[in-house]
Nanobody, 124 residues
Framework: QLQLVESGGGLVQPGESLRLSCAASGFSLYYYSVGWFRQAPGKEREGVSCISSRGGSTVYSDSVKGRFTMSRDNAKSTVSLQMNSLKPDDTAVYYC?????????????????WGQGTQVTVSS
C-alpha cells in the first residue's frame, strides 16, 4: 500500500518549535513534490507548504511564511517541516501528501497518498 507516514507532533507552548517528519511507505519520494497540509477542528484542510522533487523550490502559505521551513532528504526518502514561533492558531492535525502538479498549487484535491496525520497542539 502506497502511503506517507507523518510523525513529530506534540503539545508545545506558544513561541516554541516542533519538527515534523514525513516518510514514504511502499515507494520513493525522489521524483515527487511533497506538500504539508493541516486541518483544525471544524475547518477545511488547508495547504501549508510544498517542496519540489529536488528541493530547489519551496512554497509557503501566508499564515506560516517566515516561521516554517520545509526540507527533504531524498537519500532517506523523507521530508521535514521545521515549525518555529508556534501560535495557538497552528493547532491542527498535520498531513503530508504527494503532489500531482508539482508545487503550483496547495489544493488538497491535487495531492495523493495521504497519511494518518500527526497532531500539533499549541497551548499555554
Amino acid at each position: 500500500q502506497l502511503q506517507l507516514v507523518e510523525s513529530g507532533g506534540g503539545l508545545v507552548q506558544p513561541g516554541e518549535s516542533l519538527r515534523l517528519s514525513c516518510a514514504a511507505s511502499g515507494f520513493s519520494l525522489y521524483y515527487y513534490s511533497v506538500g504539508w497540509f493541516r486541518q483544525a477542528p471544524g475547518k477545511e484542510r488547508e495547504g501549508v507548504s510544498c517542496i519540489s522533487s529536488r528541493g530547489g523550490s519551496t512554497v509557503y502559505s501566508d499564515s506560516v511564511k517566515g516561521r516554517f521551513t520545509m526540507s527533504r532528504d531524498n537519500a532517506k526518502s523523507t521530508v521535514s517541516l521545521q515549525m518555529n514561533s508556534l501560535k495557538p492558531d497552528d493547532t491542527a492535525v498535520y498531513y503530508c501528501a504527494v503532489s500531482t502538479v508539482g508545487c503550483t498549487v496547495l489544493t488538497p484535491s491535487m495531492y495523493r497518498y495521504w497519511g494518518q496525520g500527526t497532531q500539533v497542539t499549541v497551548s499555554s
